[in-house]
């Protein structure tokens, strides 16, 4: 059993969009992914997303209002809640949700990842 | 809905070994603690404990083993591995567990948070 070093562990890949696990919390995965420019619109229908900025700032879109969020600041966007992640230069964040939980919840298309990768 | 900022959270409080929640992830709390000296010997039976430390470093020994941890690093105790975090000077971390999750496990005693505040 060893400490993830979170930083060193996002060395270990570069594509945005793409999160990668690193832990698991009893069925929760803990992802790390980094950022830029913008996602889908989406929502997940059955679980809450804890976003945590490790790097750079994130803008996450709601239909009503945006968060902003700033290195070491977190957000959990609620079950449900259509949002759309962007990043005008690349950030890095620290994911938490159910490990079976889509990166693109309901939207589908080009930007789905079907199987998470571990680094 | 707004980001959380986790230094501006830590600094509402200065108590050791009481966490304080911050969010909510489904049925998760997210919870800040300020850890100093040591903690007692315990296990959480039903529940992995996710630990993100944000400032200082955290030693988290276990019967067979010890794992440290320095800023920006993570680690998730096993479900029902005993467990004694210990900090040499102040450390801040993050931490994600079921919320009825009891910090002192099944040791109970003196340490014991009945109620989890919200900072």
Request: charged content about 25%; glycine content about 8%; overall charge negative.
């Given at each position: 059993m060893k400490a993830i070093n979170l930083e060193e562990k996002s060395s270990k890949f570069s594509d945005h969009w793409s999160p990668k696990a690193v832990a698991m919390l009893n069925d929760y995965h803990v992802r790390l992914v980094k950022m830029q420019g913008s996602f889908v619109w989406h929502k997940h229908d059955d679980t809450d997303e804890l976003f945590l900025v490790t790097k750079g700032q994130l803008t996450i879109e709601m239909r009503d209002e945006a968060v902003h969020l700033t290195e070491g600041c977190l957000f959990v966007v609620p079950k449900g809640v259509e949002h759309k992640p962007s990043a005008s230069e690349e950030c890095w964040a620290l994911v938490i949700e159910?490990?079976?939980?889509?990166?693109t919840g309901d939207a589908g298309?080009?930007?789905?990842?079907?199987e998470i990768e571990w680094v």
């Open positions: 159910p490990a079976e939980t889509v990166n298309g080009d930007m789905t990842i079907d």
